[in-house]
Protein backbone atom coordinates (compact mmCIF):
# COMPACT_ATOMS: atom_id res chain seq x y z
CA UNK A 1 0.00 0.00 0.00
CA UNK A 2 1.85 3.18 -0.99
CA UNK A 3 2.14 6.17 1.79
CA UNK A 4 1.13 8.92 2.11
CA UNK A 5 2.30 11.03 -0.76
CA UNK A 6 2.92 15.28 -0.82
CA UNK A 7 3.35 17.38 -4.21
CA UNK A 8 5.71 19.49 -4.88
CA UNK A 9 8.38 18.59 -2.57
CA UNK A 10 10.03 21.31 -2.99
CA UNK A 11 8.87 24.96 -3.94
CA UNK A 12 10.53 28.19 -3.97
CA UNK A 13 8.48 31.48 -4.10
CA UNK A 14 8.62 35.28 -2.99
CA UNK A 15 7.45 37.47 -0.30
CA UNK A 16 3.45 38.20 -1.10
CA UNK A 17 2.83 35.18 -3.39
CA UNK A 18 0.65 32.28 -2.22
CA UNK A 19 1.20 28.95 -2.34
CA UNK A 20 -0.99 25.61 -2.37
CA UNK A 21 0.44 22.34 -1.31
CA UNK A 22 -1.10 19.01 -1.79
CA UNK A 23 -1.41 15.51 0.05
CA UNK A 24 -2.70 12.52 -1.11
CA UNK A 25 -3.60 9.98 2.18
CA UNK A 26 -3.14 6.47 2.35
CA UNK A 27 -5.94 4.54 0.75
CA UNK A 28 -9.00 4.04 3.05
CA UNK A 29 -7.48 6.76 5.24
CA UNK A 30 -10.17 9.54 5.50
CA UNK A 31 -8.29 11.87 8.24
CA UNK A 32 -5.36 14.34 7.25
CA UNK A 33 -3.15 16.58 9.48
CA UNK A 34 -1.30 19.45 8.63
CA UNK A 35 1.84 20.05 10.41
CA UNK A 36 4.23 23.00 9.92
CA UNK A 37 8.31 22.39 11.27
CA UNK A 38 10.96 25.09 11.63
CA UNK A 39 14.19 25.09 13.64
CA UNK A 40 12.83 27.31 15.90
CA UNK A 41 9.31 26.23 16.54
CA UNK A 42 9.61 22.87 15.77
CA UNK A 43 6.31 21.06 15.02
CA UNK A 44 3.20 22.40 15.07
CA UNK A 45 -0.11 21.54 14.34
CA UNK A 46 -2.17 23.44 11.74
CA UNK A 47 -5.13 21.75 10.65
CA UNK A 48 -7.35 18.21 10.91
CA UNK A 49 -9.87 17.07 8.31
CA UNK A 50 -12.36 14.63 8.49
CA UNK A 51 -14.93 13.77 5.94
CA UNK A 52 -14.11 17.38 4.48
CA UNK A 53 -14.52 18.91 7.81
CA UNK A 54 -12.42 20.86 9.78
CA UNK A 55 -12.25 19.57 13.15
CA UNK A 56 -9.50 21.40 14.84
CA UNK A 57 -6.86 24.68 13.58
CA UNK A 58 -3.70 25.47 14.93
CA UNK A 59 -2.74 28.56 16.18
CA UNK A 60 -1.89 30.39 12.57
CA UNK A 61 -3.02 33.66 11.29
CA UNK A 62 -5.80 33.36 8.69
CA UNK A 63 -3.11 33.48 5.86
CA UNK A 64 -3.06 29.28 6.64
CA UNK A 65 -6.17 27.89 4.63
CA UNK A 66 -7.14 24.03 4.30
CA UNK A 67 -9.21 21.75 3.04
CA UNK A 68 -10.42 18.50 2.29
CA UNK A 69 -11.77 16.51 -0.98
CA UNK A 70 -14.23 13.61 -1.54
CA UNK A 71 -11.47 11.19 -1.61
CA UNK A 72 -9.96 11.98 1.40
CA UNK A 73 -7.02 14.35 -0.46
CA UNK A 74 -5.92 17.16 0.96
CA UNK A 75 -4.91 20.95 0.16
CA UNK A 76 -3.08 23.50 2.02
CA UNK A 77 -3.09 27.32 1.09
CA UNK A 78 -0.41 30.08 2.44
CA UNK A 79 -1.30 33.27 0.88
CA UNK A 80 0.67 36.65 1.09
CA UNK A 81 3.93 34.82 2.32
CA UNK A 82 6.53 36.15 4.78
CA UNK A 83 9.62 35.15 5.18
CA UNK A 84 8.98 33.28 8.67
CA UNK A 85 6.33 30.93 6.60
CA UNK A 86 9.59 28.95 5.22
CA UNK A 87 9.44 25.93 6.61
CA UNK A 88 9.13 21.81 6.30
CA UNK A 89 5.13 21.58 5.62
CA UNK A 90 4.29 17.58 6.70
CA UNK A 91 0.77 16.00 5.81
CA UNK A 92 -0.11 13.33 7.84
CA UNK A 93 -3.62 10.38 7.46
CA UNK A 94 -5.25 8.23 9.80
CA UNK A 95 -7.61 5.35 9.33
CA UNK A 96 -10.40 6.37 11.34
CA UNK A 97 -9.82 10.26 13.01
CA UNK A 98 -10.98 8.68 15.95
CA UNK A 99 -8.96 12.12 17.73
CA UNK A 100 -5.08 11.63 17.73
CA UNK A 101 -5.43 8.54 19.36
CA UNK A 102 -5.41 7.00 16.28
CA UNK A 103 -2.11 6.52 14.56
CA UNK A 104 -0.98 9.55 12.36
CA UNK A 105 1.69 8.13 9.25
CA UNK A 106 3.60 11.12 7.35
CA UNK A 107 4.22 12.01 4.09
CA UNK A 108 7.72 12.90 3.09
CA UNK A 109 6.57 16.71 3.27
CA UNK A 110 6.80 20.31 1.12
CA UNK A 111 10.07 22.19 1.53
CA UNK A 112 8.97 25.65 1.17
CA UNK A 113 11.27 28.43 0.92
CA UNK A 114 10.63 32.13 0.76
CA UNK A 115 12.92 34.87 -0.76
CA UNK B 1 -3.86 20.83 27.06
CA UNK B 2 -1.15 18.66 26.49
CA UNK B 3 2.60 18.80 26.33
CA UNK B 4 5.94 16.78 26.01
CA UNK B 5 9.00 17.96 27.08
CA UNK B 6 12.28 16.19 25.85
CA UNK B 7 15.23 17.10 28.27
CA UNK B 8 18.09 16.04 25.71
CA UNK B 9 18.67 18.50 22.77
CA UNK B 10 21.43 16.08 21.84
CA UNK B 11 22.49 13.07 22.55
CA UNK B 12 26.02 11.28 21.31
CA UNK B 13 26.44 7.96 21.24
CA UNK B 14 29.39 5.21 20.28
CA UNK B 15 28.26 2.52 17.88
CA UNK B 16 27.23 -0.88 19.74
CA UNK B 17 26.39 1.07 22.98
CA UNK B 18 23.00 1.44 24.01
CA UNK B 19 20.59 4.43 24.01
CA UNK B 20 17.85 6.09 26.10
CA UNK B 21 16.12 8.94 25.38
CA UNK B 22 13.97 10.78 27.86
CA UNK B 23 10.12 12.19 27.16
CA UNK B 24 8.23 13.45 29.73
CA UNK B 25 4.71 14.21 29.11
CA UNK B 26 1.55 16.75 30.58
CA UNK B 27 -1.94 14.97 29.90
CA UNK B 28 -4.55 14.73 32.51
CA UNK B 29 -6.20 11.75 31.00
CA UNK B 30 -4.78 8.89 29.56
CA UNK B 31 -1.96 9.45 27.54
CA UNK B 32 -1.60 8.34 23.63
CA UNK B 33 2.03 8.23 23.15
CA UNK B 34 3.94 8.19 20.29
CA UNK B 35 7.90 7.65 18.99
CA UNK B 36 8.80 9.11 15.42
CA UNK B 37 11.96 8.70 13.88
CA UNK B 38 13.02 11.73 11.18
CA UNK B 39 16.28 11.07 8.85
CA UNK B 40 17.90 14.72 7.75
CA UNK B 41 15.23 15.89 4.57
CA UNK B 42 12.47 13.42 5.35
CA UNK B 43 9.29 13.24 6.99
CA UNK B 44 8.49 11.01 9.96
CA UNK B 45 8.35 7.63 10.74
CA UNK B 46 6.82 5.66 13.79
CA UNK B 47 9.09 3.95 15.69
CA UNK B 48 5.88 2.77 18.21
CA UNK B 49 3.22 3.80 20.13
CA UNK B 50 1.35 3.07 23.35
CA UNK B 51 -2.65 3.22 23.83
CA UNK B 52 -3.15 1.02 26.80
CA UNK B 53 -2.11 -1.99 28.32
CA UNK B 54 1.83 -3.84 28.87
CA UNK B 55 3.90 -1.02 29.50
CA UNK B 56 6.84 -2.28 27.90
CA UNK B 57 5.93 -1.35 24.31
CA UNK B 58 8.25 -2.90 21.17
CA UNK B 59 8.73 -0.77 18.06
CA UNK B 60 10.53 -1.37 14.69
CA UNK B 61 14.23 -1.18 13.95
CA UNK B 62 14.98 -3.37 17.95
CA UNK B 63 13.77 0.01 19.84
CA UNK B 64 11.38 -0.23 22.75
CA UNK B 65 9.75 2.62 25.56
CA UNK B 66 8.44 1.91 28.74
CA UNK B 67 5.35 3.85 30.15
CA UNK B 68 5.45 5.20 33.95
CA UNK B 69 2.47 6.79 34.65
CA UNK B 70 3.58 7.61 38.47
CA UNK B 71 6.62 9.42 36.46
CA UNK B 72 4.68 11.17 33.16
CA UNK B 73 7.23 9.25 31.07
CA UNK B 74 8.10 7.56 28.16
CA UNK B 75 11.36 6.66 27.04
CA UNK B 76 12.94 5.59 24.53
CA UNK B 77 15.30 3.03 24.60
CA UNK B 78 17.33 0.73 21.74
CA UNK B 79 20.20 -2.04 23.61
CA UNK B 80 22.92 -1.94 20.94
CA UNK B 81 23.10 1.20 18.73
CA UNK B 82 24.17 1.66 14.58
CA UNK B 83 25.39 3.69 12.71
CA UNK B 84 21.96 4.18 10.86
CA UNK B 85 20.35 5.02 13.90
CA UNK B 86 21.74 8.74 13.99
CA UNK B 87 18.50 10.81 13.45
CA UNK B 88 16.35 13.00 15.15
CA UNK B 89 13.82 11.45 17.61
CA UNK B 90 10.52 13.02 18.74
CA UNK B 91 8.33 11.95 21.56
CA UNK B 92 4.40 12.46 20.54
CA UNK B 93 1.05 13.13 22.79
CA UNK B 94 -2.16 12.33 21.06
CA UNK B 95 -5.52 13.67 22.68
CA UNK B 96 -9.06 13.70 21.62
CA UNK B 97 -8.65 17.04 19.86
CA UNK B 98 -7.44 15.65 16.72
CA UNK B 99 -4.03 16.83 17.03
CA UNK B 100 -0.81 15.57 18.27
CA UNK B 101 1.75 17.86 20.09
CA UNK B 102 5.12 17.07 19.66
CA UNK B 103 8.25 17.58 22.13
CA UNK B 104 11.18 19.16 20.34
CA UNK B 105 13.12 16.85 19.29
CA UNK B 106 16.73 14.54 20.20
CA UNK B 107 19.35 14.91 17.67
CA UNK B 108 21.22 11.34 17.90
CA UNK B 109 24.99 11.07 16.77
CA UNK B 110 26.96 8.00 16.37
CA UNK B 111 30.36 7.53 16.43
CA UNK B 112 32.08 5.12 15.41
Known amino acids: KAGVTQTPRYLIKTRGQQVTLSCSPI?????VSWYQQTPGQGLQFLFE???????NKGNFPGRFSGRQFSNSRSEMNVSTLELGDSALYLC??????????????FGPGTRLTVL | AQSVTQPDIHITVSEGASLELRCNYS??????LFWYVQSPGQGLQLLLKYFSGDTLVQGIKGFEAEFKRSQSSFNLRKPSVHWSDAAEYFC??????????FGAGTTVTVRA
Open chain 1, 27 to 31: SGHRS
Open chain 1, 92 to 105: ASSLSGQGSTDTQY
Open chain 2, 92 to 101: AVGASDYKLS
Open chain 1, 49 to 55: YFSETQR
Open chain 2, 27 to 32: YGATPY
